[in-house]
T-cell receptor, first 115, second 113 residues
Framework: DVKVTQSSRYLVKRTGEKVFLECVQD?????MFWYRQDPGLGLRLIYF???????EKGDIPEGYSVSREKKERFSLILESASTNQTSMYLC??????????????FGPGTRLTVL | DQQVKQNSPSLSVQEGRISILNCDYT??????FLWYKKYPAEGPTFLIS?????DKNEDGRFTVFLNKSAKHLSLHIVPSQPGDSAVYFC????????????FGPGTRLSVLP
């Protein structure tokens, strides 16, 4: 079974703090993704990575950065947290070697509140 | 502008009856569609998919129908069970997006006992 874990389930931070969200997958997947989920907006892609040290902007990258130093780990960084970054953050991974339409496997999510 | 729309934010259905969740898309280049199910405090899990070369795919109680000319797909759950109560996301991809999917806003299904 694919397992995608996220470092925290709930996180409360103050405006201006630097925030790290960690994601680890154990299936040797090449692709990793960070989404945020907001009511009425669904899942929106922040950043993704197809390989170690590689990153691509998604639909809403502003205010975020990412790091992929190892294949199994993909970190999302909020350089200076703001209240509008209060959201549910979901990490996902998928295999490049499967069909192009391989499904994405999601972690349980991190509920981040920025005060 | 959302490329994948789920116009019903919520849906309530009696246990044992059919649940129909709808999804519309605007990009005619989308060639593969998935439905994900999400329980509270959990990540989405893959439910069922359909390629644009098909118009129907069935897996147990779940059937997805695709109408390419109308750019519409629907998920049918028969019979509905209380454990089906969750948020359902429709997602679509095309080669333009590589390995990425575009997700709809979700529909919250409540199956009433």
């Amino acid at each position: 079974d694919v397992k995608v874990t996220q470092s925290s389930r709930y996180l409360v931070k103050r405006t201006g703090e630097k925030v790290f969200l960690e994601c680890v997958q154990d299936m040797d997947h090449e692709n990793m993704f960070w989404y945020r989920q907001d009511p009425g907006l669904g899942l929106r892609l922040i950043y993704f990575s197809y390989d170690v040290k590689m990153k691509e902007k998604g639909d809403i990258p502003e205010g975020y950065s990412v790091s992929r130093e190892k294949k199994e780990r993909f970190s999302l960084i909020l350089e200076s947290a703001s209240t509008n970054q209060t959201s549910m953050y979901l990490c996902a991974s998928s295999s490049l070697s499967g069909p192009p339409t391989d499904t994405q496997y999601f972690g349980p999510g991190t509920r981040l509140t920025v005060l | 502008d959302q490329q994948v729309k789920q116009n019903s934010p919520s849906l309530s259905v009696q246990e044992g009856r059919i649940s129909i969740l709808n999804c519309d898309y605007t990009n005619s280049m989308f060639d593969y569609f998935l439905w994900y199910k999400k329980y509270p405090a959990e990540g989405p899990t893959f439910l069922i998919s359909i390629s644009s070369i098909k118009d129907k795919n069935e897996d147990g109680r779940f059937t997805v129908f695709l109408n390419k000319s109308a750019k519409h797909l629907s998920l049918h759950i028969v019979p509905s069970q209380p454990g089906d109560s969750a948020v359902y996301f429709c997602a679509a991809r095309s080669d333009n997006y590589g390995q990425n999917f575009v997700f709809g806003p979700g529909t919250r299904l409540s199956v009433l006992p």
